[in-house]
């Protein structure tokens, strides 16, 4: 079992930044990859950042690339999403998730564990 929580969400204004946390709980850390995804109103869960077991690897939607990092802290047991110059379109409930095979896929059913998601609104 792999219990995830999401921090770090709130309102921010276009070309701002945040930074997301993700705790983990559970079974040990450093042997499952961890993603980022998030679900916009009236849209699909998307990919948005994975990181493997290591932090060896890392992997990034094109919307996102050069603008948000990912990082993990396997000493900490968290994984951090850094967000800089968002936009209206970043706009969305974000989770993080664990994948067991420890790769940080961008593949939405790789995926094991759920947090509950926080959100993040970007004002124009």
């Known amino acids: 079992q792999v219990q995830l929580v999401e921090s770090g969400g709130g309102l921010v204004q276009a070309g701002g930044s945040l930074r997301l946390s993700c705790a983990a709980s559970g079974r040990a850390f450093s042997t499952y990859g961890v993603g980022w995804f998030r679900r916009a109103p009236g849209k699909e869960r998307e990919f948005v950042a994975g990181?493997?077991?290591?932090?060896?690897?890392?992997y990034y939607a094109d919307s996102v690339k050069g603008r948000f990092t990912i990082s993990r802290d396997n000493a900490k047991n968290t994984v951090s999403l850094q967000m800089n110059s968002l936009k209206p379109e970043d706009t969305a409930v974000y989770y993080c998730?664990?994948?067991?095979?420890?790769?940080?896929?961008?593949?939405?059913?790789?995926?094991?564990?759920w947090g509950q998601g926080t959100q993040v609104t970007v004002s124009s």
């Open positions: 990181i493997s077991w290591s932090g060896g690897s890392t």
């Open positions: 998730a664990a994948d067991l095979e420890g790769t940080g896929s961008s593949r939405l059913g790789a995926y094991d564990y």
